[in-house]
Each structure stands twice: as structure tokens, then as C-alpha cells.
């Protein structure tokens, strides 16, 4: 039987190949495993060889030691593949497919999924609604920042690539499929973009830079990218938004009058989440900065899509009711200007299929505007660590050598 190697947590500050079991179609116990979901068959399941998997800030928040992951978690949620061998119940999708994995798991059957949110599927995570590969308190679904990895499920979530040729020469651009695009763009739509709008992401890593492409792609007049990063930032302007460097401008609505003339925007989407830095030089970790920012700098009416991560358990926070997820939210200015807000993780089947298309079209250009950038399953531990320094680029991992360079 082949073998299989994956990128593994093993303490806050490290992760590291090891070598893993080859899937079955079947849940195993394992680090993270839920006990109630040990012994999971998954006739309805596939086999993927992974072609590209990505790192993700949201795997950052574990590896931090900012959740309660467990040693020896299997990470990757950002899977595309092709598919090696399929389950006795999986009737459309076959063995050769080239297919995005969305990172929610999601079953197809229960009222969530009807209703098109498979971001809160009933039926895979024990613990609560919604789940995903390789995840702290998401059932202990095997991760696939590895060479091989089952999927559950196959047929109602596997979005096939139509051309595998053509495919594997857009890979780089369809690789973010399985997150971080849908992510971004979920976060443009939550917010409310249209031709026109005038927009500010909180954020320029993967996701604020995939938020900010999104948004041009929706028609948005202008749109202003906020971070305390430079690199990052200066990665935001390559492709045409305007930026603010939050740790020299504090002062966020005065930049956003200096570009805009006024110092509100229609639309604001926060791809920062829990691990918020205050802005300022001086400033230490603030969680709760960029959701009230984001209500001030809103106009009334205006609609927030809020797609950075939020936790209802954080170890390493600032203070005991942050620790718990409570934060200090100015919930009445938000009230006041009847602002609307879209919570929670990405429903990735919304949006997968059509962004796929405009990215085989030439519409969307996402490996460039996130700055993906190709290595080896050795080089992941480094590459973690460069991520985590900031470096303005999106991890996108090529466990057998499968891309061609
Ligand atoms: N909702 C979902 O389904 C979903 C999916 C993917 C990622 N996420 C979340 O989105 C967030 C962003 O992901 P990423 O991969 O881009 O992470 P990242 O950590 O690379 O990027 C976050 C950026 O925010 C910046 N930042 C910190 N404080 C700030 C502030 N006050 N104002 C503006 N910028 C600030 C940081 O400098 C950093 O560049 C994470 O919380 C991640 O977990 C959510
Ligand atoms: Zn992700
Ligand atoms: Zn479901």
C-alpha cells in the first residue's frame, strides 16, 4: 500500500512532515478525532491525490497555539485533486476527475445544505453545526496538507474542473477554489458591493487581497485595503487598490477623506478576525478593533461582510472575556447606523462554481492579486513560519511535484 506524508501540528510554533496512514473510506481515531465520529464510513467518499493544497491564516490560528488544536493534528483545508479511487455509494464522480474541495464538509441532506448553506452542515461535525479538513472542534476530519486525503460526500460537494489540461495550466488560480476566492468574494457580496461602491478590506493577507480583487470583480469605484503591513500592502496597490498603512495612520476615517473626500465607505469587510492589532505604532493585540472600526468608517445602511475568524475559546487572548470570545464590540453604533452583518465561515458551493468559470475565462486573475507562490511539502515548515512573519504571499503546496514550474 502507498505511503502518505502530511504537514502535522505538533506545538505551538511548529508543525512538521510526518509520515501518516493512507486513507480509507472510513473515519479513523486519530489526534482531533471526535469520538462520535470515530468509525465513519464513508461509502458515499473518494480518494484524492492532492495536486495543490494551500496554507491559510486560519491554520495560522492553531500553529499560534490561539485554539485548543491538538499535537499531532493532520492540517490543510485548502484541497484540489484528483480523484483515485471512489466509494461503493459515489455514483457521478469517477476515478481521473480533477476537482476542488471545498473546505466546508457538508453532506448534502440536512435542512442546512438544502437551504445552501453548507457552511453549517448538521451532519459532520458532532459537536456543532459546520466543519472542515484538518481543524480544531471541526470533527476530526483528516487533513490534507498531505499527498492523499479522503473526502466525504464526493458527488454532492466535488466540483469538477471540465478540461483537466487546461485546468493544470490555470492550477495556481483554481487551487484557491477550495477557500480563500469563495472567501473573499463571500465577503464582497456580504458586504454589499456593487458597481460603484466604495469599499475598505480590513487586511491584506490572502484573504483581504482576495476580498479586494472580489470586489473590483463586482465593480466596486474604489477600493481602499487596510493592514499594518507594508509588503502587503504595497502586494494590494500592484493591483490597483488604494492602501492604508494602519501602524503610521492610525487615524483610519482621515485616510479614507484623504482618498475618497469624505470618511465613510459604502462597504467594509473584515479579513482580519480575532488576532486584530490595534493600529498605531505602540499598540498591542486588540481584538475587537477592526469591527468597530469597520462600523464607524460604514455609512448608515451600509452592510459589513465580516469573513476574519471569530472563536468561542482563544488560550493565548489579551484578557479572561476575550479568552471566551467575548469582546468589546460597540454593538449601539452599529445599531444607530442600522448596519448589517454577515458572520461565520464561507459557504463555498455558493460561489465555486462560477468563480472557477471566470477564472478559466481570464476574468479573474487571483494567483496574482494573493501572490501564490508554488513549494515542496519540505519547504511547508518554512513556509509557516514565513507566513507568519507576514510575508505577503499565499503558500500554495505541491505535495507529489505535480505543477509544472
Ligand atoms: N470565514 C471563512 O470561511 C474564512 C476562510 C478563510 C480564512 N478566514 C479567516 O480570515 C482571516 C484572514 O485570513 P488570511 O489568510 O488573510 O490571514 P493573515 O493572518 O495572513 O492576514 C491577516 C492580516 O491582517 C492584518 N491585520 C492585523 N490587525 C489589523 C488591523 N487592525 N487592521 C487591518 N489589518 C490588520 C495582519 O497584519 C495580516 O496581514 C483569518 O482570521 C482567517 O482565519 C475565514
Ligand atoms: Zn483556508
Ligand atoms: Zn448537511
Redesign the pocket.
Known amino acids: 500500500m502507498a505511503g502518505n506524508r502530511a504537514i502535522v501540528f505538533v506545538e505551538p510554533g511548529k508543525v512538521e512532515v510526518r509520515d501518516i496512514s493512507y486513507p480509507d473510506l472510513i473515519l479513523r481515531d486519530g489526534p482531533g478525532v471526535n469520538p462520535l465520529n470515530v468509525g465513519r464510513k464513508c461509502e458515499h467518499g473518494v480518494i484524492i491525490k492532492v495536486i495543490t493544497t494551500n496554507?491559510?491564516?486560519?491554520?495560522?490560528?492553531m500553529v499560534r497555539g490561539r485554539t485548543t488544536a491538538p499535537s499531532g493534528l493532520v492540517l490543510g483545508h485548502e484541497i484540489t485533486g484528483e480523484v483515485i479511487e471512489v466509494g461503493r455509494d459515489v455514483e457521478f464522480i469517477k476515478k481521473g476527475d480533477l476537482v476542488s474541495v471545498p473546505?466546508?464538509i457538508a453532506c448534502g441532506r440536512c435542512r442546512n445544505c438544502r437551504e445552501r448553506n453548507t457552511?453549517v452542515c448538521s451532519n459532520v461535525n458532532p459537536d456543532r453545526p459546520g466543519s472542515?479538513y484538518g481543524y480544531v472542534d471541526m470533527g476530526g476530519w483528516v487533513g490534507g496538507q498531505s499527498e492523499y486525503v479522503m473526502v466525504p460526500y464526493a458527488d454532492f460537494q466535488l466540483l469538477k474542473f471540465p478540461d483537466k489540461e487546461r485546468a493544470m495550466e490555470k492550477i495556481l488560480d483554481l487551487t484557491m477554489l477550495s477557500?480563500?476566492f469563495?472567501?473573499g468574494y463571500?465577503?464582497a457580496v456580504s458586504a454589499g458591493v456593487k458597481p460603484g461602491s466604495t469599499v475598505y478590506v480590513?487586511?491584506?493577507?490572502?484573504?483581504?487581497?482576495?476580498a479586494a480583487h472580489s470586489a473590483q470583480l463586482l465593480g466596486a469605484a474604489v477600493v481602499i485595503v487596510?493592514?499594518?503591513?507594508s509588503e502587503?500592502l504595497a502586494q494590494a496597490r500592484s493591483f490597483g487598490c488604494e492602501t492604508v498603512n494602519?501602524r503610521e495612520h492610525p487615524n483610519?476615517g482621515e485616510q479614507i477623506d484623504q482618498i475618497l473626500g469624505v470618511p465613510e465607505v459604502d462597504c467594509a469587510i473584515?479579513?482580519?478576525?480575532?488576532?486584530?492589532?490595534?493600529?498605531g505604532h505602540a499598540h498591542g493585540?486588540?481584538p475587537a478593533?477592526?469591527l468597530n472600526?469597520i462600523m464607524q468608517v460604514t455609512r448608515a445602511g451600509g452592510r459589513l461582510g465580516?469573513?476574519?475568524?471569530?472563536v468561542t475559546g482563544d488560550p493565548g487572548a489579551v484578557d479572561d472575556d476575550a479568552k471566551v470570545g467575548t469582546l468589546k464590540i460597540r454593538f449601539g453604533l452599529g445599531w444607530a447606523k442600522s448596519h448589517t452583518f454577515v458572520?461565520?465561515?464561507?459557504p463555498?458551493m455558493q460561489y465555486n462554481r462560477e468563480l472557477m468559470t471566470a477564472i478559466l475565462s481570464g476574468k479573474a486573475q487571483i494567483a496574482k492579486a494573493v501572490n501564490a507562490t508554488l513549494i515542496s511539502i519540505d519547504q511547508a515548515p518554512g513556509a509557516y513560519t514565513e507566513?507568519?512573519r507576514?510575508a505577503?504571499k499565499?503558500f500554495v503546496i505541491d505535495p507529489h511535484g505535480s505543477v509544472r514550474r
Open positions: 496554507i491559510c491564516g486560519s491554520d495560522q490560528h473546505f466546508n457552511n472542515a477557500d480563500i469563495p472567501t463571500h465577503g480590513a487586511g491584506a493577507g490572502p484573504v483581504g487581497l482576495a487596510g493592514d499594518l503591513n502587503r494602519l483610519l473584515d479579513c482580519v478576525g480575532f488576532e486584530a492589532h490595534g493600529h493585540e486588540a478593533t477592526v472600526s465580516i469573513p476574519g475568524l471569530y458572520t461565520g465561515q464561507t463555498v507566513f507568519d507576514g505577503s499565499k
